[in-house]
Nanobody
């Protein structure tokens, strides 16, 4: 069983930056594809970014391309989401997720493990 704990959320002004971290325990971190999802009030949970097990390949939602960067450190069992040029539309609860597969999926139901979420609020 994998446990995921996110940190790094908070309140930031439009145009600012934040870095989210997610540390895993209880499993072999390098065997999991990792992803960051977000969910705003009244909206569905959406995949923001994902990274393959080795970190060699990444994918992003169109809305964050060029502004967000996902990375991972398998030695530290940690995945990061560096967020820049933040906009009020980025306001949401951000969740870290793990999937024991060689590929990612945009369907949240296909991800096995979830963190508790961290709030990101961008003020205008």
């Amino acid at each position: 069983q994998v446990q995921l704990v996110e940190s790094g959320g908070g309140l930031v002004q439009s145009g600012g930056s934040l870095r989210l971290s997610c540390t895993a325990s209880g499993g072999t971190f390098s065997s999991y594809v990792m992803g960051w999802f977000r969910q705003a009030p009244g909206k569905e949970r959406e995949l923001v970014a994902a990274i393959r097990r080795s970190g060699g390949s990444t994918d992003y939602a169109d809305s964050v391309k060029g502004r967000f960067t996902i990375s991972r450190d398998n030695a530290k069992n940690t995945v990061y989401l560096q967020m820049g040029s933040l906009k009020p539309d980025d306001t949401a609860v951000y969740y870290c997720a793990a999937r024991q597969s060689s590929s990612w999926s945009r369907q949240s139901s296909s991800w096995s493990y979830w963190g508790q979420g961290t709030q990101v609020t961008v003020s205008s």
